[in-house]
């Protein structure tokens, strides 16, 4: 976590190998992430990203995108493990309707939940959540944290986030600013230390 600019997406650019780090390594399950194809690299992450990337198509074809072979039950599971399927069926043409470009039409919020449907159905062992809450209303924020609660449950997650709400609970944290890391550790030894995170915390939370 940290504030805008601190360097957090270029630490997901370096996990998913976008570009290489000029000194030192990344090991992930112990494994030095150079020796792997990076395309093998990347088919182990599903992504929730804060601008969701959604294609002119039918709602069914974009949460199934990454595995065409999944079946019509495995799409609505996911679908309702997202908390999305009761909007999609509200819907007149319900799964088969036709998204405009980017999700045009449909909110913020079922634009993300939707895209954490898609990374249901993947069921990759790493995940990767950029600002997946951001600019959405209290109510969408609840779904869509509970949804990825259900998404994150038993694999290695990573997760980009100003709000401390959405990170707050996660094993180890660590606090960016200006590029590097300042301060690491899980919530209580953050607050503890009363630097950087605690008084981010304060000025969120105070009042």
């Not at 976008?18 to 030192?24: E, K, S, V, W």
């Not at 395309?39 to 992504?47: D, F, I, N, Q």
């Not at 974009?62 to 819907?91: D, P």
Request: some cysteine; charged content about 20%; aromatic content about 8%.
């Amino acid at each position: 976590m940290g504030p805008t600019g601190a360097g957090k997406t270029t630490i997901i650019n370096l996990l998913m190998r976008f570009y290489d780090a000029q000194a030192g390594r990344i090991q992930v399950d112990g494994q030095e992430i150079r020796t792997v194809t990076r395309t093998s690299l990347r088919r182990a992450y599903s992504m929730v990203l804060q601008d969701t990337w959604l294609f002119s198509g039918t709602i069914y074809e974009n949460i199934a995108y990454g595995r065409e072979n999944a079946t019509r039950q495995e799409v609505i599971a996911a679908a309702k493990a997202a908390r999305i399927h009761n909007f999609i069926m509200a819907l007149p043409q319900g799964y088969d309707t036709v998204l405009q470009d980017n999700g045009a039409g449909i909110s913020k919020g079922q634009r993300q939940l939707l895209t954490i449907a898609r990374a249901m159905l993947l069921d990759s062992p790493m995940l990767i959540l950029d600002e997946a809450t951001s600019n959405v209303d209290t109510r969408t924020e609840q779904e869509i944290q509970a949804a990825m609660e259900a998404l994150m449950a038993g694999k290695t997650c990573f997760v980009i986030a100003h709000r401390l709400s959405t990170i707050r609970h996660a094993d180890h944290i660590l606090v960016m600013r200006e590029g590097r890391v300042v301060e690491q550790g899980n919530h209580e030894t953050l607050m503890a230390q009363k630097g950087f995170y605690a008084k981010l915390y304060y000025a969120q939370f105070a009042g």
